[in-house]
T-cell receptor
Framework: GIQVEQSPPDLILQEGANSTLRCNFSDSVNNLQWFHQNPWGQLINLFYIPSGTKQNGRLSATTVATERYSLLYISSSQTTDSGVYFCAVERTGTYKYIFGTGTRLKVLA | DGGITQSPKYLFRKEGQNVTLSCEQNLNHDAMYWYRQDPGQGLRLIYYSQIVNDFQKGDIAEGYSVSREKKESFPLTVTSAQKNPTAFYLC???????????FGPGTRLLVL
């Protein structure tokens, strides 16, 4: 089956710093989503991005499907950005999403 | 407000007991999903449903059962056959199977 790898597994930043999170996947996919899980467990969808680039405020994402990776950029990080960031990919033709193991981000004040 | 609700927030199961987790959505979404999350891990798909009265097994369906009798409801039963049920259970929905997924707040299941 598809393997989804995220890097780095852990990241500590000072408030105001920028960061790039990476998601690599081992096979072609229909769709890709990025999520943020807050310390209380709630998952929030950040981007639905099967290809191309999208921006939402301080966050942006780029997916290069032909090269099987996606990047999530966080600029001017804030303490509220802390939590775990997951990417999830849909196996082609299945409606099933496979989640990566996540990047755990801690932003220090 | 539109959204997804899950209940209860915490659930305790005794050995040999079946328990049912509730998931309700008022977003008028066709597709609904159940995921399991173990500590420090990503989410794994248990079951999903694209339409009322139809559902499919995910990657870890053994020991679980679901029903989809109404569009807005997708309850998950953790049966006694699931030997290691302690986990965080998350329900999600989307307009169709390929759109943005929206998640409920989750249910933490613990075995006594």
């Amino acid at each position: 089956g598809i393997q989804v790898e995220q890097s780095p597994p852990d990241l500590i930043l000072q408030e105001g710093a920028n960061s790039t999170l990476r998601c690599n996947f081992s096979d072609s996919v229909n769709n890709l989503q990025w999520f943020h899980q807050n310390p209380w467990g709630q998952l929030i969808n950040l981007f639905y991005i099967p290809s191309g680039t999208k921006q939402n405020g301080r966050l942006s994402a780029t997916t290069v499907a032909t090269e099987r990776y996606s990047l999530l950029y966080i600029s001017s990080s804030q303490t509220t950005d802390s939590g775990v960031y997951f990417c999830a990919v849909e196996r082609t033709g299945t409606y099933k999403y496979i989640f990566g193991t996540g990047t755990r981000l801690k932003v220090l004040a | 407000d539109g959204g997804i609700t899950q209940s209860p927030k915490y659930l305790f199961r005794k050995e040999g007991q079946n328990v049912t987790l509730s998931c309700e959505q008022n977003l008028n979404h066709d597709a609904m999903y159940w995921y399991r999350q173990d500590p420090g891990q990503g989410l794994r798909l248990i079951y999903y449903s694209q339409i009322v009265n139809d559902f499919q097994k995910g990657d870890i369906a053994e020991g679980y059962s679901v029903s989809r009798e109404k569009k807005e409801s997708f309850p998950l039963t953790v049966t006694s056959a699931q030997k290691n049920p302690t986990a965080f259970y998350l329900c999600a929905s989307s307009i169709s199977g390929r759109e943005t997924q929206y998640f409920g707040p989750g249910t933490r299941l613990l075995v006594l």
